[in-house]
């Protein structure tokens, strides 16, 4: 179900104004955040419970909402999350989408290898567990898929956005099967999840990271506008048991494209 014209919001005007107190809060988030997280990620603390978890994701998840609020988006779950572990796959519209999802739960996210270069992203990315894929590299992913493997049996929730890049086009577009193996190996579920930008409508083309889209000035973008929602619908999990990967990936898909839709009426 694809979201009407009439469900589709405007851009934002920009609003110069907001980078008065986004700047200085973002700045204050890089000096103090990502140094605490940096702190509660090291081995023997990382482990350490706090309120009966691991301080490493109790930490991870509060620098990402953090993170959230002050790019000026509001985490908005609609659905509950199983307990873990499952595979989470997702629709990927921007490099926002990275945030929200660790602002969900403390995740294992793959991702392209490209990633590692980019300035402080990269390093975050890689310091919170991040499994990079280098791009057409057959034994760089299966080395991704056996260590997906090991972190479901080990009770991890490990995410993926199965279209293998971003396109500038509103919608769903095609998964791909392979990494949905994982799942089957583990055993373990898979959690579709939709991923929606909300502002009076569906600001899809004023978030995506398409084409010609550079990554600073999309950021720069978003946080001189008005705050939007980041929305995250949750679908109910589906058992791997019977279904190949390539079912699998196609019932994930459908089942994310209904909840696109969905998410675009509220």
């Not at 993926?160 to 373990?188: K, N, Y």
């Not at 930008?197 to 978003?222: A, N």
């Not at 589906?238 to 079912?247: K, M, Q, V």
């Amino acid at each position: 179900m694809a979201p009407s014209d009439s469900l589709i919001g405007a851009p934002a005007r920009l609003q110069p104004w907001r980078y008065l107190y986004r700047l200085p809060l973002l700045l204050a988030w890089l000096l103090l955040a990502v140094p605490l997280l940096l702190i509660a990620l090291l081995p023997g603390l990382r482990t350490r419970r706090l309120g009966g978890r691991p301080l490493g994701a109790v930490v991870q998840r509060a620098v990402a909402r953090v993170l959230v609020r002050v790019l000026g988006m509001r985490l908005k779950v609609i659905g509950t999350l199983p307990e873990p572990p499952f595979l989470l796959v997702a629709n990927h519209i921007s490099w926002f989408d990275i945030p929200l999802l660790h602002a969900l739960t403390p995740i294992w996210l793959v991702a392209k290898a490209d990633i590692r270069g980019w300035p402080l992203v990269g390093a975050l990315a890689a310091a919170v567990g991040t499994i990079f894929i280098a791009r057409g590299s057959d034994a760089s992913r299966r080395k991704a898929a056996r260590r997906m493997v090991a972190l479901l049996r080990r009770g991890y929730v490990v995410g993926l956005f199965p279209e293998a890049g971003i396109s500038a086009r509103r919608g769903v577009d095609t998964f791909h099967a392979r990494l949905f193996a994982a799942a089957q190996r583990a055993p373990a579920p898979v959690l579709p999840v939709a991923i929606r930008y909300w502002r009076d409508g569906d600001i899809h083309d004023e978030r995506v990271f398409g084409p010609g889209t550079g990554f600073f000035g999309l950021m720069l973008s978003m946080m001189g506008r008005a705050p939007c929602d980041g929305q995250l619908i949750v679908g109910a999990p589906i058992a791997p048991d019977g279904l190949t990967r390539r079912e699998l990936a196609r019932l994930s898909q459908a089942r994310i494209t209904e909840m696109y839709g969905y998410a675009a009426s509220r």
